[in-house]
């Protein structure tokens, strides 16, 4: 997409940044740009959610209760309920918090420099005057200004002394401590990290400690306003646990590796979660009420970075396919396709003259070198203006692949991801002048950093 289309990208995301929660000990800074330039790829998607009118609807306990002995004590059965859920969340912690571990990372001052909040910044990010750490004296920062530590969160994946964590945590680690519930400390090894998941597996010596697993679930089956827990060390205060519900499914959260072309790779199948996470939350686990791990907290939007109500988690899923890899491997070989597009909205499909409420998505580009450059996909050539602004229009638009509707760009993704593997060929059905014909594309291997 041309870079004229980011200031529309500024414009909607100016009040919504979104900073990974690793506890990186670097002063907060205004990152809105870059963070936009970022989710370029996906900025209509993001405009159409945001339009969404959200309906709240009160919710009461009140109600005819059934006749009772008077001698009975008033609201019993609310008092029992409330005590039942109190019983629950405590066993639940008392079950699951020995499997939540506080991890400490010393980061190498380069490392440091290009991160913030635990995410790495584009190269010509601009440091705002005076806040360069490159052109600051190390032996004489500005007070309360610090880098290279940070600290995260992780569980404890088997008894062969993995752990579950964040890319962003641990992926620049020179040393990596791990601290359990009962206060011991052990020094961990890195086994592998994957930045198109944001997950990283890291490894302690079994031996040295009495370990408890914590038991993965299944995310498909999550559903909005399902009660959920997170557990971890927010602002380094280990062992905490918070509440909340499921509050969407199906959200899309930059990746933190890079395409070709400088666009960021997504990850599919996000949770949305109002339960509370802050730095040092990130590589936690998010539970449900039976205490089995459906995610893992990764980052929040925020405006200041602490948690506003909005967090991000990376569903157990994607846990189930990456970690193992992670375990055998050190490394992920995640496919792609090799485009860049936006979906459709009625704008696009009338500026097309095609039915206006088209679904799927159109292309943009096709990257060079990528998959789809062997195939005969077609990139939008085309520029006009829509509501002052350019854009390209006139690509194949996608609306299916193999046998599931693609309606917006989690569909595609998320069978990507989720359903294919490196090497397997897939078929996708485009609309290409109003007619619907079939490309058979074989997936690659998404080019590393």
């Not at 500005?142 to 945590?169: A, L």
């Not at 040295?208 to 959920?228: E, I, M, N, R, W």
């Amino acid at each position: 997409m041309k870079k004229t289309i980011s200031t529309l990208t500024i414009l909607i995301l100016s009040m919504f940044v979104l900073a990974g929660c690793s506890g990186t000990l670097v002063e907060n800074l205004p990152i809105a740009d870059a963070v936009a330039e970022t989710v370029a790829e996906t900025t209509e998607t993001v405009a159409e959610t945001a339009a969404e009118a959200v309906e709240v609807v009160p919710v009461t306990a009140q109600m005819d209760p059934p006749a009772q002995d008077k001698s009975a004590p008033a609201n019993s059965t609310t008092s029992i309920n409330l005590a039942e859920a109190q019983d629950t969340l405590t066993a639940l912690y008392e079950t699951v918090n020995p499997a939540v571990v506080n991890i400490q990372v010393k980061i190498s001052a380069d490392a440091a420099m290009g991160q913030f909040g635990g995410f790495k910044l584009p190269e010509d990010f601009e440091w705002p005057e005076g806040m360069d750490p490159h052109n600051m004296d190390p032996d004489n920062l500005p007070e309360g200004f610090n880098y290279g530590y940070s600290q995260g969160s992780g569980f404890v994946y088997d008894s062969h002394g993995h752990i579950i964590t964040n890319h962003h945590v641990v992926s620049d680690a020179e040393k990596i401590t791990v601290i359990f519930a009962n206060g011991i400390e052990l020094e961990a090894e890195l086994v592998g990290t994957d930045p198109d998941s944001d997950l990283a597996v890291i490894k302690i010596d079994p031996s040295q400690v009495a370990l408890t697993t914590v038991p993965l679930g299944d995310s498909d089956q999550l559903k909005v306003g399902q009660f959920v827990v997170a557990i971890g060390n927010p602002f380094g205060l280990s062992g905490s646990m918070t509440s909340g519900i499921i509050s969407g499914l199906g959200r899309t959260l930059p990746a933190n590796a890079a395409a070709p072309n400088g666009r960021f790779f997504s990850i599919p199948d996000i949770i949305q979660t109002d339960t509370a996470i802050n730095p040092g939350n990130s590589g936690g686990p998010l539970l449900n009420l039976d205490g089995q791990v459906v995610g893992v907290n990764t980052a929040i939007a925020t405006n200041d970075g602490e948690f506003a109500g909005v967090g991000y988690v990376i569903p157990v899923e994607t846990v189930h396919k990456i970690v193992p890899q992670l375990i055998a491997n050190g490394e992920v070989q995640n496919p792609w396709i090799g485009i860049s597009g936006q979906e459709m909205n009625k704008t696009l499909a009338e500026a097309m003259n095609i039915d206006p409420n088209q679904k799927g998505i159109m292309i943009a580009e096709i990257i060079a070198d990528g998959p789809a450059a062997q195939t005969d996909l077609r990139g939008s050539e085309q520029e006009i203006t829509i509501d002052g602004f350019p854009a390209l229009v006139g690509g194949d638009i996608i609306v299916g692949i193999d046998n599931l509707a693609v309606e917006q760009f989690d569909d595609l993704l998320s069978y990507i991801v989720q359903e294919t593997e490196v090497g397997q060929t897939v078929t996708l059905t485009i609309l290409r002048n109003g007619k619907q014909i079939q490309i058979d594309v074989t997936l690659e291997a998404r080019p590393s950093e």
